[in-house]
Nanobody, 132 residues
Framework: QVDLVESGGGSVQAGGSLRLSCVAS????????VAWFRQTPGYERKGVAA????????FTADAVEGRFTISRDDAKNTVYLQMDNVRPEDTALYYC?????????????????????????WGQGTQVTVSS
């Protein structure tokens, strides 16, 4: 069973926009933490943003604050990452992840802020490449 599937990555010039999608299985999606992480070769995976699909509360990391927005569409079991004014340093493989142990907003956002990667379910990743 595949719990999470990302899409929407691609190549874009600096200053442009992309929207990533993370489709979750219905059993996975509700009342839980869904997060976006990114990783570049040779570096650890870093938390980017998160949303609690129960409360609707969101978190965005300082590195992307004001440029990236996380949102959800409950009818489609989908979490989005809208990436605006992208920079070359945003180039990475982007993953979405979820785990019901982060059932409270503070647990969810604390984990992502601390770049904790002990989430139980991960997508396969979608590549984002930003050229200058």
């Amino acid at each position: 069973q595949v719990d999470l599937v990302e899409s929407g990555g691609g190549s874009v010039q600096a200053g442009g926009s992309l929207r990533l999608s993370c489709v979750a299985s219905r059993a996975t999606y509700f009342h839980t933490c869904v997060a976006w992480f990114r990783q570049t070769p040779g570096y650890e995976r870093k938390g980017v943003a998160a949303i609690h699909t129960g409360s609707g509360s969101t978190f965005t990391a300082d590195a992307v604050e004001g440029r990236f927005t996380i949102s959800r569409d409950d009818a489609k079991n989908t979490v989005y990452l809208q990436m605006d004014n992208v920079r070359p340093e945003d180039t990475a493989l982007y993953y979405c992840a979820t785990d019901r142990k982060f059932y409270q907003d503070r647990l969810c956002f604390g984990a992502v802020a601390a770049h904790e990667t002990n989430f139980g379910a991960w997508g396969q990743g979608t590549q984002v490449t930003v050229s200058s």
